[in-house]
């Protein structure tokens, strides 16, 4: 039963190493959140979907307010209302602690922003963040208020290819792709060496990661 229990622990951790929390518009045009790799099966309740907790959300307003929204778990997203693709909206949820055999305890923290294209620039909002500065191409990535530099994110573009990128030293991330869609900028599994504990159990690591999507016109 013990070598059942650390060969579920290892494969969860390696199953979820490449997962991203992010946002998009639903068939019906309502914003959802989804769990999963970008070009994989999406998570479902029963099942990993139920380890996130249920997301904090919410709306930023012209002056920059965050205004709370209301969060609904579905069988394959969590439902964010009521809003609508033309709003800017950004999430935080956590996943339970993942400890596999020979590793610390690793607590990951998913953030995700959506950004309408033409929304100009937006401010730091969530612990890892990728912020639009308003002019094509630019993204700023923001860790704890501060500028991230050398950090490396991935750009998934409409036709389903990625791009690697690396910020320069003050946090820009600069790109070019006007092919009308969604993409999806996102960075993971940036750590700290910061433990506690969460439902009963132990972690030593921290983790960070945030996406950023959009539908280019």
């Known amino acids: 039963m ?17 997962h991203s929390v992010w946002i998009e518009p639903d068939a019906a045009g309502r914003l959802v959140v989804r ?4 070009d994989g099966k999406l998570e479902k ?11 904090r959300a919410w709306q930023t307003g012209a002056s920059n307010a965050p205004m709370a929204l209301a969060v609904e778990k579905q069988r394959d997203h969590f439902a964010l209302g009521p809003v609508t693709p ?8 956590e996943f339970q602690v993942i400890a596999a055999p020979g590793r610390p305890g690793r ?4 953030y995700a922003r959506w950004h309408p294209a033409g929304a100009g620039a937006a401010t730091p909002a969530l612990t890892l963040d990728l912020v639009p500065t308003g002019q094509p191409g630019e993204v700023r990535v923001f860790f704890r208020g ?11 573009t409409p036709d389903e290819k990625e791009q690697e990128l690396a910020a320069d030293a003050e946090g820009f991330l600069r ?18 060496n910061v433990g506690g504990f969460a439902g009963g159990r132990a972690y ?9 999507s959009w539908r280019q016109p």
């Open 86 to 93: 033309n709003a800017a909206v950004q999430i935080e949820t």
């Open 45 to 55: 309740s029963p099942g990993h979907l139920d380890e996130l907790t249920l997301p």
């Open 35 to 38: 769990f999963a790799e970008p």
């Open 107 to 110: 607590r990951p923290h998913f």
């Open 175 to 192: 790109f070019t792709s006007t092919q009308p869609g969604q993409h999806l900028l996102s960075i993971a599994r940036h750590r700290e």
């Open 2 to 18: 013990k070598s059942l229990a650390l060969f579920a622990a290892w494969l969860l951790w390696h199953s979820l190493a490449a």
């Open 146 to 156: 501060k500028p991230l530099g050398g950090v490396r994110a991935t750009l998934r």
């Open 204 to 212: 030593d690591l921290t983790s960070h990661n945030v996406a950023l």
